[in-house]
């Protein structure tokens, strides 16, 4: 993937980055500007303009910052006195519009007449039902993005080079894909490398897991979510339904999950709502946790809200197609009120590429306290209770390479330390049920792998000793939280074909 | 460049998986220069998507770990993520504390929708909308939040199902008189009484929405081109495979639920028609207990007014105990009518007693049979006797008048009685009884087909042989006492035909006692015509009394039959 790194640094591009002063009136999606972060200045593009209070607001993501810290910014955080980069056409139409239309240098008059002729259009066809979907911010990102949207369009589809700036009302429906491409284009993401169409047609089978920029650029649609005792901010867009734009704050009932936009109706469900768990059977019980599992085709509602749920924190998760093949773990800590989400992974009831997790989280609230560890710890005593070796499914996010690193570290040096001479790197995978891929990196990546005298040995270092034994020492003070193999009281679900097809 | 020159030095292996390695400590092996470390082992992927890979604070993160492995200092770096806070909402009204452990790990089933009751839940315009409405009927019975949700719950649920692409088309809202024809059980008699009143505030949400679901829902696929770069649209089917060709294994496995299905819903439909009767039987209790007491009312105020009247009829009407339906099978008509066949068994191999036949029906069938056979004969037996003179009567027909005494006759010795009684003998006898004896006569006309004798030797008649070939015998008791054996199907043997002929002939030349001018008409009485018409005049005999009709005509012809048919011993020409 060698072009994202190009577009990241514009001296290095190949093509040059059109730079230039903008006012806010130019501004458009895009758009790379410096904004003030943190009393930093930090080059950021713009994903959506609206107005909001009155004032245009931006939103903006920074570059080499994760999505989650993606933003809705003032105008007054935005840095124009120095130079933007205006938004790159496509290496394909660089040639073409070279020749049918001058760079896409912003005419002061077309985006504002355009935004006009637009909102007339959408008054217009407000009546149906796609047009729903232009009312929310991605739809008023794509039409601001129609301006220089419509060209990659127009030269992609092949039509007449430019038609005015009215254009035509069917164009509304191409809209979204435009702005998808434009972001896709912008990350620098190569389409042609992985084609939309693979990838739908490998979520089918197998996987929850997307690298499609298209799916994953999306500005986030939910301002706040209250759940049980917290207010959580979201960090990436979740198909939650449209209505919830407007919504201030979105209320999640903690153990079905249902999402409301009122707290009057929030509060009617709570004085309704019988679940105190989840609607599962409990296959793992200690004196801090409970395991819940939960069959997605059983409990088609309750897991779509969950995956709804967990989408707000997973960026590459997709909710493209069903949960019917997965099976939830779900952790919970319990009090008399009852049993508290506080993390879950799903897994495939049977993953053609061995992964043993699929979606991995534990809910904001209850982050950095140990749990994702359990959860990583548990993910793996399934697998080992299977008799098979498994890791998590690609790609993982920032948040769960890091902590999958760090149980592999734990592990593998706790394995390493039992006083053995030697080991070789599959019998450690099969006591640990990793893969002897993952136990491979872990080594690596800790420089742990070295080369001594004509063979390669396995070296623990100073380093990687001191660390666990300071964790020890952490752990003897706050108490240890690990996951108890004989508590667990599970056989490996077995689905066949006909319990697949009918649902017995 | 140090790669080159340390690969000189001695060539590095590639690293086996499956090999041991040793486990060394750091203080044990010499340090390498950093960038030979790890040369020669097969860069293994974060896994983290290259683009996300670089960024600001995954980086942070990771270069403080190195720096904590390498200077073993504790300095925590986080990655920032947006923040959760606590919430301002009162958790322990929200969430009463209900929940108690069981000792056991929970096992649970019920679905959300089992558990969250009603699935509308009222918004604040509901809310206001409630509290008004209430506020103005006064007095009245108020509609409570539970009964409102009811009620619209029961709206979106049936214009759901009624207009099921309402958002799509732009249909109207449903009229009130739609809902009210569809009231079910999901709405209680309660809730009921508020619907026409709550049906005005939906219609007007449902307005102010575009007649789109009040509850927000989540965007499911339409099959619309617009689908696929919707963002919102998600929970997608997976179309499980290409519409396969139907295997026999699925279509025997359809079958199968198929038929499951018609068993329970047959078994279900019994058992509600099981409750309809027994509920009918209730009422049907309740109603003649009711009769019964208000008949004993009745009985009581007769006797107060003393009126005298009949009491049975204020007993409870008894109702005749049910007949047993009689059950009448039909007896097909088998085999010849009018043939009278020894029921020994039949030609189909069947027992007898396998099918369930009345006497008195099939006699009567084979009487009027027989009487027709008998008439037509007789008939026939008085057209050919036209203008004829019978010279056979006299000698041959017995005399009618008198019951002859036993003693008339001669004394028949009978050598073995057993034998005699269990036609035909297990073996033909050497013959040495005298001539003149009756029983002789038949004994000896044995003895002259003793190739037969294998055949006679069966007890019950084989089966392979058609019935009307068979050979049957039977015993008879004439008059006076005497025994007489019929056959039947005793075939002569062909090569001694001449002789057989001429004794024959000459059977009965010194049996009687009768002038030598008496005329002898021998007949084969083994023939299957006369036993046949021995038969019918037998049966003939019983019937007579019967049929006075034909009688006169019939007994005078019945003489003549009789001495036709003849018996063993002609009678003496006394008649």
Redesign the interface.
Known sequence: ?AP??NS?EPSGTPVPVETGFATLATLRTGVKIWVEKDREKRKAEILGIQPRRGKPSFYVHYE???K??DEWVPPERLDLTREVEWPAPEKADKKKSSSSKATPAPPKVDPKNLKRSRSKLDREIS?T??ES?SV?I?GKASRATKANGKENKDLLVGSEAADGPTPKPEDE?MD??DV?EAAAAA???PDAHYSREDEIEKL??SGSMT?NQ??IS?VRNLDRV?M????????Y?S??????IDSEMVYIC?F???????????????T??????P?????Y?DDNV?F?EIDGR?????C??L??LSKLFL??KT???????FLFYCMCT??????HLVGYFSKEKESAEAYNVACILTL??Y??KGFGKLLIDFSYLLSKREGRLGS?E?????????G?RAYWQETIVDL?MDG???????DIGAASAMT??DV??TL????M????K??????????????RE?QKEKEKIKGRRVIDPDRL?WKPPVFSA?S??WNW | MTQRVTGQR?R??K????????????????P?PDD?????????????????E?????QA??ASQAV???A?K?ENV????????????Q??N????????PAT?????????D????LY????D??AFLKVYNQKRGKNIHCS?DEF?QVMNFFEEMSQTKQPYA??D?TPVLPYEDFESEFDETISELARRFAKDIYVHWKNQRLLK?NRML?????FETN???DD????????????RQVRKTRGRDAQ?TEKIRKLRKELEEARFLMAQVKKREMAQRDQLAIDKQIFEQRAQVKELKRKLSIKADDEELLITQKPPPKPNKIKIDVPNRGVPGLVRPQVSRPDGRILDSDLIYLEDQKAKKDQMIDGFIEENLMKHQKWNVGWVDQTWRPITPPLETAVAKSEFRAVHISSESQLLTPPPSLPEENTGEQGDPMEVDQSEKQIEPRRSARIRYATPPEDIPFQEQDRFRRRLGRGGRIMMDRRGVKRPLDGVEEVECRVADRYKFSGEESEDDQIYPIDWTDNLHIRYRIMIERQGEKQHAQQAAAANRRAIENHNRSASGHLLPPSGSG
Request: glycine residues 4%; charged residues 25%.
């Open positions: 993937m994202r790194e990241n080499e910052f994760n989650r810290l009546a039902p796609s979907t929310s991605p429906e979204l894909v998808q990350k620098g993401e089918r089978t690298q298209t799916e999306r209250q049980g005792k917290f207010e959580i901010e979201p960090w867009f198909p939650y339904p449209i209505d919830f903690e079905c999950l249902n999402y409301y936009g009122e707290v009057t109706q929030f509060e009617r469900h709570r309704k709502c019988t679940l105190l768990h609607p599962g059977n409990e296959i019980r409970s819940f059983r409990q088609r509602t309750w779509r809200n995956c709804l960026d590459h909710l493209y197609y069903d949960v019917d093949p319990r009090d008399e009120h009852g049993c904001p609230q982050q950095r998590p690609k790609p993982l996010s920032d948040l769960g390479l890091l999958y390493l053995r001479a030697e080991g070789n790197i599959e002897t891929n491979l990196h690596q990546n800790l420089n792998l070295r080369y001594y004509g063979q390669h040995v396995v070296v623990l270092t100073d380093a990687v000793i001191q660390q300071r009281i006909a697949r097809t | 001695f590095q292996r690293l086996s998986t499956k090999q041991n390695l040793p486990i060394l400590r750091e203080n044990e092996v010499e390498l030979e470390a790890s040369r020669h082992i097969p860069k293994v992927e974060t896994g983290v998507e290259k683009g996300e670089i960024e600001h604070h995954l993160v990771i904590r492995t390498a073993g504790s986080y990655i920032p993520t947006p923040e959760a806070v606590d919430s301002q909402l958790y322990p929200l969430y009463p504390r209900k929940f108690t452990q790990y929970i096992r649970f089933s019920s679905t959300v929708e558990s969250i009751g009603c839940c009222m918004n604040s509901d809310a939040e949700e958002t799509v732009n575009g509850m927000p829902t989540l965007k619309l081109d617009t770069s919707d963002p919102y649209v998600c929970f997608r089917r997976r179309e499980v496995v």
